[in-house]
């Protein structure tokens, strides 16, 4: 009988989040050795796209809204490419130039912005108004921003799963910051039990799903909030009003990879009560908390794909 390999768990810091790999390996330093390339591929994500960071390329091309084109790598294009699928995907409300709008909204001080803070802000919103030629890509109006936090966690998490199924690691999973990218199931065979936080619970938890391959991501309320008049106000702002969403707690969803399910919950967080028909027309699996509480899934059982 072959012994099944130990797993370890390596964590770091990324993104503002905190990660953890698990993999299955011979020893604790090939464990290491292997999370190793992983890690480095999610700090190169970052370092490249970051909007914290003044020489990322988003920086860059925010620098030159309304003034300049920037010139793109093909990584790059392939990200406007899908920022195109998400856009037309939810009817224009997952844009990647609503970033704006944090302007207005501070979510360490209970305030909700009025309609005449929001309007400058809305003004400046349009993905579909940003000219792209060729490698080159301009943003039309002075002030005017790109941002890839809706999906550059899930985008890392997925890249650092590729590097790690490159290596032959066939046993492990990749979090960041609660996005997961799931390569193969334990070194036994059972799938990974991965549990879902309960969006009104702290640290507490609302269900476990079981995935042996594929993504897990939440998309929720309950991250960056404040509640104010009886209603809890989050980041997750839908770019046609600039208001706050509020018809789920929380939305996870299972699907290939983790940009996809990631994309998939962001955008039935922002389709509100259209959520369920989108989800279900997707055919992806999912589990959401709505506004009262109540839980809605379909096929959350063992997952793989």
């Known amino acids: 009988m072959v012994r099944a390999l130990p797993v370890f768990g390596i964590g770091f810091g990324a993104m503002a989040s905190r990660c953890e790999i698990r993999l299955a390996a011979s020893d604790e330093t090939e464990a290491h050795r292997l999370a190793a390339f992983a890690i480095d591929e999610v700090k190169r994500i ?6 914290y960071r003044p020489d990322t390329v988003v920086s860059r091309i925010n620098a030159a809204a309304g003034v300049d084109w920037t010139e793109c790598d093909d990584e790059t294009l392939a990200l406007f490419a899908y920022a195109d699928a998400l856009f037309a995907a939810s009817g224009g409300r997952f844009d990647i130039t609503s970033g704006v709008l944090r302007r207005a909204w501070n979510f360490s001080q209970p305030r909700v912005p009025g309609a005449a803070q929001l309007a400058p802000l809305l003004a400046l919103i349009g993905w579909g108004e940003v000219q792209r030629e060729g490698q080159r890509i301009r943003l039309p109006r002075a002030g005017m921003e790109i941002d890839f936090g809706g999906f ?9 799963g590729t590097i790690l199924a490159g290596l032959g690691v066939t046993h492990a999973y990749v979090e960041l910051g609660g996005d997961i990218r799931v390569l193969g199931p334990q070194p036994d065979g059972a799938p990974w039990s991965i549990g879902i936080q309960h969006p009104r619970a702290g640290e507490g938890t609302i269900a476990a799903i079981e995935v042996a391959s594929g993504a897990l991501t939440t998309s929720g309320d309950y991250e960056r909030y404040f509640d104010a008049g009886g209603r809890r106000y989050c980041h997750i702002l839908d770019p046609r009003s600039g208001n706050s969403v509020d018809c789920w707690q929380s939305v996870s969803v299972l699907a290939p990879v983790a940009t996809a399910a990631g994309s998939y919950a962001t955008i039935a967080m922002l389709l509100e009560d259209e959520a369920i028909v989108f989800l279900d027309t997707a055919g992806v699996a999912y589990l959401a908390v709505d506004r009262h509480g109540q839980l809605h899934s379909k096929n959350v059982g063992s997952v793989s794909y």
Request: hydrophobic share 25%; proline share 0%; charged share 45%.
């Open 46 to 51: 970052e370092a490249k796209y970051s909007r």
């Open 152 to 160: 550059g966690k899930e985008y890392a998490a997925d890249r650092a």
